[in-house]
């Protein structure tokens, strides 16, 4: 099946097997013997064949008839040197459930290694506080594309196929509890097996990775001021020896810090 939708699809777009080959970064003969189902290609390079040829891997495999993704699963699979090019879709609250937008806020870009297997990602903003400390209000999460998951994962879970919501899921026998890291008044959601079933409930993602932009605000003109950071590992001496922590600085003030003692490395 990948060799005939290789090779069909090469010649709809009128690209020669040279031109392909060098765009997925193989060698000539190497593509050509994908397309005779003499050889199978990486996975990384089945991401770049699914690019290049801008389809999806599951066309290639065979597992759907649809030649052409959504929009969503293009940018999904996008290809951008040594690393995959993802959108963030839009707000997810981590609050009282909301409607989760569907339109590209923005871009993050995930190791190209991550796509090993097949795995897919997508990333959502966060809106609200019930998964604080961990998350923060306006954190960018990156979620890999799954419809289960394990008993304690933080899930991007849908409930009525609109609601999108963010929480730890805890499953017990009779169903699952949606629970946020907050205690300070948020509440967790008992769902029964039921409910899961004729609401319906689905989880369409696990969270993999934090992207947070650092800010701070002042109150002057009511307005929020960004402030370029970089994140440094405070080390102060002790009678223990060494020991600190990593911290978000200004830069502004790094230069004033270095020169402070008790600071050993910045």
């Given amino acids: 099946m990948l060799n ?19 765009r997925v970064h193989v060698g000539s003969d190497s593509y050509n013997k994908y397309e005779r189902a003499k050889a199978q290609p990486s996975n990384e390079t089945l991401l770049l064949l699914a690019n290049v040829l801008e389809t999806s891997v599951d066309y ?11 929009a969503r699963d293009r940018h999904t699979h996008e290809i951008k040197g040594n690393a995959i090019r993802i959108p963030v879709l839009g707000v997810i609250p981590a609050g009282v459930p909301l409607e ?20 897919e990602y997508f990333a959502l903003k966060i809106q ?9 209000d306006g954190d960018v999460v990156i979620f890999q594309k799954a419809v289960d998951c394990d008993n304690g994962n933080e899930c991007a879970v849908i409930v009525n196929g ?12 009779n169903g699952i509890v949606l629970q946020p890291l907050n205690p300070n008044g948020f509440e967790p959601v008992f769902l029964s097996n039921d409910d899961i079933m004729s609401l319906p409930v689905r ?5 993999k990775e934090i992207r947070r932009k650092v800010s701070q605000s002042t109150n002057s003109s009511n307005e929020s001021k960004p402030l370029s950071t970089r994140r440094v590992f405070r080390a102060a001496s002790s009678k223990m020896g060494k ?24």
């Fill in 4 to 22: 005939a939708r290789l090779k069909t699809r090469r010649e709809m777009l009128g690209m020669t097997q040279a031109e392909v080959a060098r």
């Fill in 60 to 70: 290639l495999l065979g597992r759907t008839g649809q030649l052409n993704s959504s």
């Fill in 100 to 119: 989760a937008i569907e339109e590209v806020l923005d871009y993050e870009e995930v190791p190209i290694e991550w796509g090993r297997g097949g795995a």
């Fill in 128 to 136: 609200g506080e019930s998964m604080f400390p961990k998350y923060l």
């Fill in 162 to 173: 609109y609601d999108g919501t963010f929480k730890k899921v805890i499953k017990q026998k």
């Fill in 203 to 207: 989880i369409v993602g696990i969270a």
């Fill in 243 to 266: 020991v600190g922590g990593y911290t978000e600085m200004p830069e502004e003030i790094l230069d004033k810090l270095k020169a402070a003692p008790g600071i050993d490395e910045i």
